[in-house]
């Protein structure tokens, strides 16, 4: 099964964003998840990883889509 981590920056208001990204991963993949936890950070971050692999991340470049972070995220449970 697959942990997915979802890092925001509080001070930037990322919550919503956080918590958008986590619905649809509860809603899309349910019982195939372990966990989609919520991890508090600063400094602008807003990252998403699966078993500790990058699936987004705001600092590179990834332009947020709920739905391609969702397909990232589909694509790691295709490999565990």
Do not use: W
């Not at 099964?1 to 890092?7: F, N, P």
């Not at 919550?15 to 966990?35: K, M, N, P, T, V």
């Not at 590179?60 to 709920?66: A, I, L, N, Q, T």
């Amino acid at each position: 099964m697959t942990a997915v981590e979802i890092e925001y920056c509080v001070p930037c208001g990322y919550l919503d964003r956080a918590e958008q990204i986590q619905h649809q991963l509860l809603e899309e993949f349910g019982r195939e998840l372990d966990s989609v936890a919520l991890v508090t950070g600063d400094h602008g971050v807003l990252r998403v990883t699966a078993d500790d692999e990058v699936v987004f991340d705001k600092d590179e470049g990834d332009e947020y889509d709920v739905d391609a972070i969702a397909e990232g995220v589909r694509n790691r449970l295709g490999e565990a």
